[in-house]
């Protein structure tokens, strides 16, 4: 989680609250949650209104006792609304507003940001951010510690620059505007993971699988899942179990690149994309390496149910190493995937089905899908994707292997 966009408080400026009680409704990394207090006292000052969209570690509200001072603090926003944005958010009950603060005067870059000889005082991220925006550090002010610049100085001040020039003799726009949407906190996070992502160089590798075979073992197995367990398994249970057990041959792809870092990870956890009326979602299945086929099954069908009722909780969404995204339940046969940062890999299914094929010099009728695995080109090269997705095709036609 990098941001929270406030929803609705809870609570009101005056109220006294314990620790642990709910104060805010946060919409965090694609989810919904309350923040509760971590201290008893008083709601002294509430500093985000509803639809902030606010760093994390950043102040949304102070709580103490009744007169104390109450210090002057304003909390960094990731973005101001627009217009339509602000329209939709006046129509949100609306809590008293103190009057606003003085503000303080920004130091000067050169009184904060710069070391002896010259050298701008700036984090890692933030140099590799400003590279990416064509930012000039020496006109960014630092807000880090000592006046160092970090990354959202780099990208406020991206922001800040941005302009757009009207060409001279441009045609008036009459197309009738039917209607406008405000996007939802779930498709602006959307938005932004998928626009980060595809900053980064993809390249895709694609293969056909035959699964006849895991078409049998799925029959076999649902005839004791379904007695004993109350459940069925689906093809893309078997599917992320074989991807987990992969990923243990080519960690590589189950990591994430932080500047010139890369973090292999020894935990496999399966980020299972799910399609939802208000966006797609990533739950996640932890350790999908020690469990079984069946193991999996109960936890994406406990997954799916609350992506679809909008009650997973942040730790259902965190710490996926890779991500599987199948839309073969709506007859696609193949797609090309936008990795899911800060993953470095990302793969692609689309629907099983029947068709001719040549064994053994016959052609017979056999199950097949299509496949395709996206990689961080920074991190991964065609050769090893193709060995990735060979690997895994080698044990989806030969599953009696998998744990079931």
């Not at 936890?299 to 997973?312: D, F, Q, S, W, Y």
């Amino acid at each position: 989680m990098e941001y929270g966009v406030i929803l609705k408080w809870l609570k009101k400026e005056g109220d006294r609250v314990k620790a642990g009680d709910p104060v805010v409704e946060i919409f965090g990394e694609k989810n919904e949650f309350e923040l509760e207090a971590p201290a008893d006292g008083v709601i002294l000052k509430i500093l985000a209104d509803v639809n902030d969209e606010i760093p994390i570690s950043e102040p949304i509200a102070i709580i103490g006792e009744p007169g104390e001072e109450i210090p002057d603090i304003r909390p960094k926003k990731l973005n101001a609304p627009e217009p339509a944005t602000a329209a939709v958010a006046s129509q949100a009950p609306q809590r008293e507003v103190s009057p606003p603060a003085t503000t303080a005067t920004a130091p000067s870059q050169s009184a904060t940001s710069m070391l002896p000889g010259g050298r701008i005082k700036a984090s890692p991220r933030a140099k590799r951010r400003a590279q990416e925006l064509g930012v000039d550090l020496a006109t960014v002010v630092g807000t880090g510690p000592g006046g160092r610049i970090v990354e959202r100085d780099v990208v406020a001040a991206a922001r800040s620059s941005q302009s757009v020039t009207v060409p001279t003799g441009a045609v008036e726009d009459t197309r009738e505007v039917a209607s406008v949407e405000v996007l939802s906190p779930l498709r602006r996070t959307i938005a932004r993971r998928m626009s980060q992502s595809w900053e980064h160089p993809h390249i895709t590798m694609i293969t056909e699988i035959d699964m006849t075979e895991v078409v049998a073992l799925r029959e076999e197995i649902n005839e004791r899942a379904e007695a004993e367990l109350g459940i069925r398994v689906s093809f893309n249970d078997i599917i992320i179990k074989a991807v987990a057990d992969v990923l243990e041959r080519f960690p590589r792809f189950n990591a994430a690149l932080d500047g010139n870092e890369l973090r292999i990870y020894k935990d496999i956890n399966i980020g299972v994309a799910v399609a939802t009326e208000n966006g797609l979602v990533v739950p996640v299945v932890r350790a999908a390496n020690k469990k079984s086929i069946t193991q999996i099954a109960q936890e994406t069908k406990v997954l799916g149910k609350k992506a679809r009722e909008g009650t997973l909780t942040p730790e259902d969404l965190s710490g996926g190493t890779f991500t599987v995204s199948n839309l073969g339940p709506f007859n696609v046969d193949l797609f090309i995937p936008v990795i899911n940062p800060p993953e470095t890999a990302i793969l692609a299914l689309g629907q099983i089905r029947k068709k001719p094929v040549v064994v053994d010099d016959e052609i017979v009728i056999r199950h097949t899908m299509m496949a395709s695995c996206a990689v961080d080109h920074r991190v991964l090269d065609g050769a090893p994707a193709g060995q990735f997705l060979a690997a895994l095709k080698e044990t989806l036609e030969n599953p009696f292997f998998l744990k079931i």
